[in-house]
């Protein structure tokens, strides 16, 4: 038994003596512009970020481009200039996007321009929020979900944005797909346990284009969301000329829940 332990010891010692550190060489890659950015049908100030990415070394911050040239053109040819109000915020005058027109976003940026453009969808309104209790392995978890009509024969596609204590912290997408024309509620699944009464949160309800959600779906993918994360890779951006990032039109819709 002795000889045994003494065995076993020396194992030991002999695996933790084998520890490497590696260091991994990282390239440095060439800065992308990114383009992040909606319209929606609310009468408000419409935004657009400009920024570009930075090497993995860099702290973490928005390095945000200034000097660009931001245009958003309707069908009729007619166009609004955003002006900059901080290093890579540019801001429309106030005014609402009309569902079913279909816009154009132009960003120039050193004589170059990137665009994208989106349709805004018709909107659907969100009609209450409700709480889900679920037992997972014994243990029962609260979430918070969405409640609304999907319209029939039509297909659509809807952004859930929740914010607890004025904190984003869940960005999800959906279809329509096995839903069509039925009462949906559609759980976020961020637990609540930690909540008191009288915390609040707060559900923005987006309903959006096809490409737009590609994008928020192959975003989500590489978070993991809705299963094992996949292959890091860029989301499908609706920018040209290599720029990342999204211009999204779409109609807004907002409900607050209070704990009790």
Not at 1 to 26: G, P, Q
């Amino acid at each position: 038994m002795n000889n045994f332990k003494i065995k076993v010891i020396l194992a030991a010692m002999l695996f933790s003596s084998c520890e490497k550190v590696i260091d991994l060489k990282l390239d440095n890659a060439e800065p992308v512009v990114v383009i992040d950015g909606g319209l929606s049908d609310q009468n408000e100030n419409q935004v657009i970020k400009v920024s570009k990415t930075y090497n993995f070394t860099e702290p973490n911050k928005f390095n945000g481009v200034t000097g660009a040239k931001v245009v958003l053109t309707r069908p009729n040819g007619s166009t609004i200039n955003y002006n900059e109000i901080a290093p890579g915020i540019y801001q429309s005058a106030k005014f609402r996007g009309v569902t079913g027109v279909r816009y154009a976003l132009d960003v120039t940026i050193d004589g170059k321009i990137y665009s994208a453009a989106s349709t805004m969808p018709g909107k659907v309104m969100l009609d209450s929020l409700s709480f889900r209790q679920f037992n997972f392995f014994g243990k029962i978890n609260t979430y918070v979900a969405v409640n609304y009509q999907d319209p029939v024969e039509v297909q659509n596609q809807y952004r859930y944005i929740l914010k607890v204590k004025g904190k984003v912290e869940d960005d999800m997408v959906s279809e329509d797909r096995f839903n069509n024309g039925n009462s949906v509620s559609d759980v976020i699944f961020y637990k609540l346990d930690d909540l008191v009464s009288g915390d609040s949160l707060h559900v923005e309800f987006q309903c959006i284009d096809r490409n737009v959600y590609r994008y928020f779906y192959s975003l989500g993918q590489n978070a993991g969301n809705g299963g094992p994360p996949v292959s890091p890779a860029n989301p499908v951006s609706n920018f040209n000329n290599g720029a990342l990032g999204v211009f999204n039109a779409y109609t807004s819709s907002k409900r607050t829940a209070v704990i009790k």
